[in-house]
């Protein structure tokens, strides 16, 4: 399971929540990507933390996202591609 979701401007870039959800899935069983647990890219850009997100994405059978999504222009990527990978979403409750 991959977990998308709002980072930018948010304090901690929102690591809490990610690392809450991760905890809460990983207790159930599941293997879990979460892109709040990737090193800095070398490249130190947000495109880059974004290549790794994606590779991340592409092995998941299902996504958990995060509420307030929506307003992330990574998050929304995520989604779409998702979608479009016949990948499942499942919005996680607040």
């Not at 070398?42 to 999504?69: F, N």
Request: charged share 20%; aromatic share 8%.
């Amino acid at each position: 399971i991959y977990i998308p979701g709002k980072m930018s401007g948010l304090p901690g870039n929102g690591y809490a929540a990610f690392n809450a959800e991760a905890a809460r899935l990983r207790a159930l069983g599941y293997h879990v990507e979460n892109p709040a647990e990737n090193p800095e890219p070398p490249c130190k850009s947000w495109e880059g933390y974004m290549r790794m997100a994606v590779r991340q994405l592409a092995t998941c059978d299902e996504i958990h996202i995060l509420p307030g999504w929506q307003t992330s222009k990574g998050a929304n990527i995520e989604v779409g591609l998702a979608h479009a990978l016949g990948i499942k979403i499942v919005e996680v409750a607040r």
